[in-house]
Nanobody, 121 residues
Framework: QVQLVESGGGLVQPGGSLRLSCAASGSIFSIYGMGWYRQAPGNERELVAVISSGGSTDYAASVKGRFTISRDNAKNTVYLQMNSLKPEDTAVYYC???????????????WGQGTQVTVSS
C-alpha cells in the first residue's frame, strides 16, 4: 500500500502565499503522475495541478501563473507553491498519486487525507 500525507495548509490573507507538501510512503515500487486537487464546500473536487514523473506540468486555468507544482523523486514528495492567493482558492486540498506498490501488480490511484487552505482577511 501507498500512503500520502499532506502538510502546509492554514489560514492566509489575500495576496499571501502558502506551500503545500505531500510525502508518499509505504511499499512503493514506482510513482508515476502526482498532483493536487481541491474541493470547496458545495463544489466537486477539481484538478489544480499535475506533474509527471519526468517533470511535465499542467495547471487549471484559474491558478496558472500563481501556483507552481514540483516534485522530488528521491523523497517521493510533491509540492504546491501557492502565491497571490485569493479567497476563491479556499478549499480542502488533496494530494494524488498514481503509483504501483511492491505487492500489487498494476498502478492505482492514491489520495491524501486533505489539508484545509483558507484565504481570508
Amino acid at each position: 500500500q501507498v500512503q500520502l500525507v499532506e502538510s502546509g495548509g492554514g489560514l492566509v490573507q489575500p495576496g499571501g502565499s502558502l506551500r503545500l507538501s505531500c510525502a508518499a510512503s509505504g511499499s512503493i515500487f514506482s510513482i508515476y503522475g502526482m498532483g493536487w486537487y481541491r474541493q470547496a464546500p458545495g463544489n466537486e473536487r477539481e484538478l489544480v495541478a499535475v506533474i509527471s514523473s519526468g517533470g511535465s506540468t499542467d495547471y487549471a486555468a484559474s491558478v496558472k501563473g500563481r501556483f507552481t507544482i514540483s516534485r522530488d523523486n528521491a523523497k517521493n514528495t510533491v509540492y504546491l507553491q501557492m502565491n497571490s492567493l485569493k479567497p476563491e482558492d479556499t478549499a480542502v486540498y488533496y494530494c494524488h498519486a498514481r503509483a504501483r506498490s511492491d505487492y500489487v501488480a498494476g498502478a492505482y490511484d492514491y489520495w491524501g487525507q486533505g489539508t484545509q487552505v483558507t484565504v481570508s482577511s
